[in-house]
């Protein structure tokens, strides 16, 4: 019987399921609303019950929105913490899914699985390492791999929330973060885009000063990613980096910023090589989730 | 015959050279001016043979100023490479040490050492990780442990050069970094504390308004950092943070500027646990390429 991985990429506005082998052989995939811990959790494992006869399901990857506990010696390793979103607190979401199927489960934050596909689907064995991967979007978040294994530590990365050089002259936006007002994600977001220039993001036009600024703020934020960790890969996903011509501003921008410091080709002559688009796209997640299942059962 | 071990911090001033089996047995140590390459390998190199017949040298560990390569895929690894100091540009430092001794030479930045050096002798087999050091004096350094490896990558961190918040408004001071004016070295370095204050450093009142904007500079910094790693311990070690007060002031404001948002009892109720001093002191550096040496003979 073929094996097959299963892959939750569980955000907080929608669940998107996926069992495959790999990222050509998608068996199935299905999305549906975040509700309720019990009836989302059903849902999911309904989702996999229905792909029984196309495979022996071997293992579970979940990339979750946060925070998460991550330390599996923890009485609630596998919960979601500390979450706002009503009813999902302190939500046992790896144990939920481990009893309804039985299968082992891979766990960790929905950024630190997107990173963890790219590394393994697209760079396969190359070793780039750290690799790093930040999404921006309604939120600003950042996983990554260190020395072969996603970060993880006290809780988990929040470099969304770094704190990053603002002139309040050129741009009076007190950014819109409740926990910090001007950190990146409160400056830099998608709906902080919103809000400063009082047009959703999207709809603001290509020659629009928000852009600039955007990239500006971005640059700011990747520049520090370069010099705390010395990566050899950044891949930015989220919806807001996909704005035509945005990409390339970012890059422009970093390498004006560190002007010269790291002594590398990478940086200095292929920064596209450095800093990049997600290849698996708005799959890197779900993808990623699938990575972790391959992973872990290689593991055992 | 006694295994010994030896260390080598090599800074752009002066070299400290150590030969132990542990900080409590230290056989013999010494320092002495950088002078040309040539020159200081082989003082170093002499002190190492004049210890011959007090035990067996086993490894040499050596925690050096940068930039160095750390690749050992590449040609120049083990060398100083773009250094500005004259004569070490591209000096092969842990071939020449190894050349003279003919002993295993385990090689890396002076900051991964000093992160090393207080993992292995002090933390032992805690497992605290991500395990960072970051040192503030003539410049501000970082390394640190991730995943149970020091950081490498594409060179080696640089978190000394982060970008942070700056009000021109309430800190004219344009900043003295060469290369970004204003980041975090160019803002609360040694030398530019002196430069914005009008006279060095040490000589600073404790009630002088310098500290709290030095607080704030380096708590920016850190915040960043407890962001980016999500960190089990951050050592805060050279020179200017052992002004009496200033290490609590950082705390106090790193706690204010998360605001709640990484939800860690090391952060909100034991932050004294989460950024300390480091233990070994200012011998951080030359323990740790003790220790680099040991585990380097363990692994052999």
Redesign the interface.
């Known amino acids: 019987m073929q094996k097959l991985y299963g892959g939750i990429e569980a955000g907080g506005t929608k669940f998107v399921c996926m069992v495959a082998s790999s990222p050509e052989a998608v068996i199935e995939e299905t999305r549906f609303p975040t509700t309720t811990p019990a009836e989302t959790i059903q849902k999911a494992a309904d989702f996999f019950r229905s792909t029984v006869q196309r495979g022996e399901l071997k293992a579970i990857g979940i990339g979750s929105f946060g925070?998460v506990d991550l330390d599996p010696r923890s009485p609630t390793y596998g919960f979601i913490?500390?979450t706002p979103k009503p009813g999902w607190a302190f939500a046992d979401l790896c144990g939920g899914i481990h009893r309804e199927l039985g299968v082992p489960i891979a766990f960790d934050t929905d950024v630190n699985a997107a990173a963890f596909g790219e590394h393994f689907w697209i760079e396969k064995n190359h070793g780039l390492?750290?690799f790093l991967y930040m999404t921006v979007g309604t939120g600003i978040g950042?996983g990554g791999l260190?020395?072969?294994?996603t970060?993880?530590?006290?809780?988990?990365?929040?470099?969304?929330?770094?704190?990053?050089?603002?002139d309040r002259e050129a741009d009076p936006f007190p950014g819109m973060c409740p926990?910090?007002g001007?950190c990146l994600e409160g400056l830099a977001s998608g709906p902080a885009l919103a809000r400063r220039w009082g047009q959703p993001a999207e709809t603001l036009a290509d020659e629009h000063p928000a852009w600039d600024l955007e990239a500006e703020y971005l640059a700011?934020a990747l520049?520090?990613?370069?010099?705390?960790?010395?990566?050899?890969r950044i891949v930015l996903g989220g919806g807001v980096p996909q704005h035509p011509g945005l990409l390339d501003l970012i890059r422009m921008k970093v390498r004006r910023?560190?002007?010269?410091?790291?002594?590398?080709d990478?940086?200095e002559k292929r920064i596209e090589e450095?800093i990049l688009a997600p290849a698996l796209g708005s799959r890197a997640g779900v993808l990623g989730a699938i990575a972790m299942a391959v992973e872990s059962n290689k593991e055992q």
């Open positions: 925070p913490t500390t390492d750290p950042m260190v020395n072969g294994k970060l993880h530590g006290l809780i988990h990365p929040e470099a969304g929330h770094m704190f990053i050089p603002h926990y910090h001007d700011s520049a520090n990613l370069v010099l705390a960790f010395s990566p050899q910023h560190l002007n010269g410091y790291v002594k590398s990478l940086v450095l």
